[in-house]
C-alpha cells in the first residue's frame, strides 16, 4: 500500500508500555505503518469520551485510515469487538458504545463482529484476558491497514450495537439538556450540544452549575478568570474560564448536565 495510517484512541495513559506494545505488535505485522496517537488520556472505563473524540476528529485523516479505540472495561468477557467502515475509514472498537457516537443518526451503517475463526487465522498467541489491545486489536489493525482482510471479513453484519451510556442532547419544552462529553487539559468543559442544534435557539443562555452564560466568539473575549461559553474548533458548546481552568472551579467533570434556554 502507498499508505497505512492507524490512529490509537486508549485510556492507557503513559504510565507503562502498553501503548507501546501495542505500536510494536503493529509494526511487527506492518512495518510501513504510520501510527498517530490520537489520545491516550481518555478517562478510564469511560467509552463515551473515546467515541466523542473519534467521531471529531477522523475525517482530518486520510481516507483509509484504521481507527483503534480501546476503552474496554469489560476486556476479557463475552462483549464482542466490532469493525465498521465510514466515510472511506475503518473503525475497530470493542461494542460498547464507542462505535455509536462514530455512526450518529447513520444507522444503516453495517458493523462486523469479530468471531473466532478470524481471530484464529490472525495467529495471535495466546490471548490474555485482560490486553486486548496488544492480543486482538494490534493484529487486526494491521491486518486489516495492510491490505490483506477486509473488515467485512472480520465476521457477521450487524446493525444492532451498544449505544453510548451517554444520553444524545433532548429538547424538554423550551430547554435544551446536554451533557459534558469531555474535559481537555486546559479543563474545558465540551458538552454533547452541538453549533446546530444551539443554532435552533434565540438569542441562548447557557446554564452550568447553576451559572448562566451567554456566548462568546473565544476565550479572549472574557476577562481572566472569567467562566464562558463557546462553540469549539470541532462545533460543539464548551464551557471555559479565560486563563483557568473551569472543570476545577466548577468541581464538574464528565457527565455533568448543561442546559440553555432562549432570552
Avoid at 49 to 57: K, M, R
Avoid at 93 to 99: E, H, Q, R, S, T
Avoid at 128 to 143: I, K, N, Q, Y
Amino acid at each position: 500500500m502507498s499508505q497505512a495510517i492507524i490512529t490509537l484512541t486508549t485510556d492507557f495513559g503513559h504510565k507503562g508500555p502498553f501503548v507501546g506494545i501495542m505500536k510494536g505488535v503493529i509494526l511487527s505485522r506492518l512495518p510501513a505503518a504510520t501510527i498517530v496517537d490520537l489520545t491516550h488520556e481518555v478517562q478510564a472505563h469511560w467509552p463515551a469520551e473515546a467515541g466523542f473524540w473519534l467521531a471529531h476528529s477522523y475525517r482530518n485523516f486520510p481516507t483509509g485510515t484504521v481507527h483503534v479505540a480501546v476503552v474496554d472495561p469489560s476486556v476479557g468477557t463475552e462483549r464482542d469487538i466490532l469493525g465498521c467502515e465510514l466515510d472511506g475509514h475503518i473503525f475497530l472498537a470493542p461494542d460498547n458504545g464507542i462505535l455509536s457516537d462514530v455512526i450518529g443518526s447513520r444507522t444503516n451503517t453495517p458493523c462486523y463482529r469479530l468471531n473466532e475463526a478470524m481471530l484464529k487465522s490472525l495467529n495471535p498467541g495466546k490471548i490474555s484476558a485482560t490486553f486486548h489491545g496488544r492480543d486482538v486489536f494490534a493484529p487486526l489493525a494491521a491486518e486489516i491497514a495492510s491490505g490483506r482482510i477486509g473488515v467485512s471479513a472480520m465476521g457477521s453484519a450487524t446493525h444492532d450495537i451498544v449505544p453510548s451510556l451517554v444520553e444524545r442532547p433532548e429538547q424538554l419544552g423550551s430547554r435544551l439538556q446536554g451533557t459534558i462529553v469531555a474535559v481537555d487539559s486546559f479543563g474545558n468543559l465540551i458538552s454533547n450540544v452541538s453549533h446546530n442544534e444551539l443554532n435552533k435557539l434565540n438569542r441562548p443562555v447557557i446554564n452550568c452549575s447553576g451559572r448562566n452564560l451567554l456566548l462568546q466568539d473565544t476565550y479572549g473575549r472574557s476577562q481572566p478568570g472569567e467562566l464562558l461559553a463557546l462553540i469549539n474548533s470541532f462545533g460543539m458548546l464548551e464551557i471555559a474560564r479565560a486563563e483557568g481552568d473551569a472543570a476545577q472551579f466548577l468541581s464538574l467533570g464528565l457527565g455533568a448536565p448543561i442546559s440553555i434556554t432562549e432570552r
